[in-house]
């Protein structure tokens, strides 16, 4: 069983920062592939960020990409995203998930493990 505690969310205008942390119990995270998902009001979860387990292959939506950073410390048991450049429609709330298997996907059935969200609000 793993479970996954995000923070770091908050308020920031539309061209400012975030880095979103999750912070993950078990001693198999080191195994997991990582991924960031989001929701805004009433849309559908989809996908943002992904790591495979050493955080040598990442994947990203296109519409971070280039903004956003997924990566990881497993000695830390955290998985993290550096948000740049934010824009309104970024506005969601943000889960990270864990995938017990070693490759990332951008499936959300493909992970298990889910934490409880953390909301990114972006001002215009």
């Known amino acids: 069983q793993v479970q996954l505690v995000e923070s770091g969310g908050g308020l920031v205008q539309a061209g400012g920062s975030l880095r979103l942390s999750c912070a993950a119990s078990?001693?198999?995270?080191?195994?997991?592939?990582m991924g960031w998902f989001r929701q805004a009001p009433g849309k559908e979860r989809e996908f943002v960020a992904a790591?495979?387990?050493?955080?040598?292959?990442?994947y990203y939506a296109d519409s971070v990409k280039g903004r956003f950073t997924i990566s990881r410390d497993n000695a830390k048991n955290t998985v993290y995203l550096q948000m740049s450049s934010l824009k309104p429609e970024d506005t969601a709330v943000y889960y990270c998930?864990?995938?017990?298997?070693?490759?990332?996907?951008?499936?959300?059935?493909?992970?298990?493990?889910w934490g409880q969200g953390t909301q990114v609000t972006v001002s215009s």
């Open positions: 998930a864990a995938r017990p298997l070693p490759i990332a996907t951008m499936d959300p059935h493909e992970y298990n493990y």
């Open positions: 078990g001693r198999t995270f080191s195994s997991y592939a």
């Open positions: 790591s495979s387990w050493s955080g040598g292959h990442t």
